[in-house]
């Protein structure tokens, strides 16, 4: 398994504020929406639902990650429903103080050492 990590990013909120909006994601399809149309072509094909987030991959079609872990104020976990390989990915939040959240993205992958070189560095930048 090869994990992907974001460099962590401090939000100026509270951890539980944060997680509140991370475990929901239903208010994300309205922002998407509302974006530039160069900001949505740069994104690609992304639908949301409350608990799942729907990718369109050229090569594979839909992709589904779906809410499987919830620890309140901590961390939110998505596991892949039509991926090739098996992929968790998690929000990671750390509380700094009262006002300030770290925040990092990881992502699980199980795939073949000999694609690492191939689509690592996209996993990594998707991260």
């Known amino acids: 398994m090869a994990t992907y990590s974001s460099k962590p990013i401090e939000i100026p909120m509270q951890a539980e504020s944060v997680y509140e909006k991370v475990s929901n994601l239903s208010g994300f399809q309205e922002r998407i929406d509302n974006l530039p149309q160069d900001v949505k072509d740069k994104i690609g094909a992304v639908r949301f639902t409350e608990d799942s987030i729907i990718i369109n991959a ?70």
């Open 58 to 127: 050229a090569t594979v079609g839909d992709m589904v990650l779906s809410i499987s872990e919830k620890v309140p104020g901590k961390r939110v976990a998505f596991t892949a429903n039509g991926a090739p390989v098996p992929i968790v990915m998690s929000i990671n939040l750390e509380n700094i103080d009262n006002e300030k959240t770290l925040v990092t993205t990881c992502i699980d992958v199980e795939i073949p050492a000999m694609l690492k070189p191939l689509v690592g560095p996209t996993l990594q930048e998707a991260a």
